[in-house]
């Protein structure tokens, strides 16, 4: 399997939450992924609905949660690239 560039997945699930974990390919990764696009949708419709909430913190919320979604989609695309290089060279030892 193709090395997969751990910059380009961070990037989309930052602008485009879930979609970073598309980007992998893996099944378990895309199924992710959809969940995931479904949340933020999901969750984007609720906020429009509520009454009275504080912008700024939701903001700063949303943000801080795409930071931590591009840093975890970072890692996990290490994790993939070391599992499929591992397999590839017969290394994932016993």
């Known amino acids: 399997m193709k090395k997969k560039n751990p910059a380009i997945a961070a990037v989309l ?22 969940a995931l696009v479904i949340c933020v949708l999901l969750n984007g419709m609720a906020d429009l609905n509520a009454t009275g909430s504080n912008e700024t913190l939701a903001i700063v919320s949303g943000i801080g949660m795409l930071l931590a979604l591009a840093a975890t989609s970072w890692e996990v695309t290490n994790l993939f690239n070391s599992a499929a290089q591992n397999k590839s060279t017969g290394a994932a030892g016993a």
């Not at 699930?13 to 992710?32: A, D, Q, R």
Request: proline share 9%.
């Open 13 to 34: 699930n930052f602008f485009l939450p879930g979609w970073g974990f598309v980007y992998l390919g893996s099944p378990i990764m895309i199924v992710t992924g959809i």
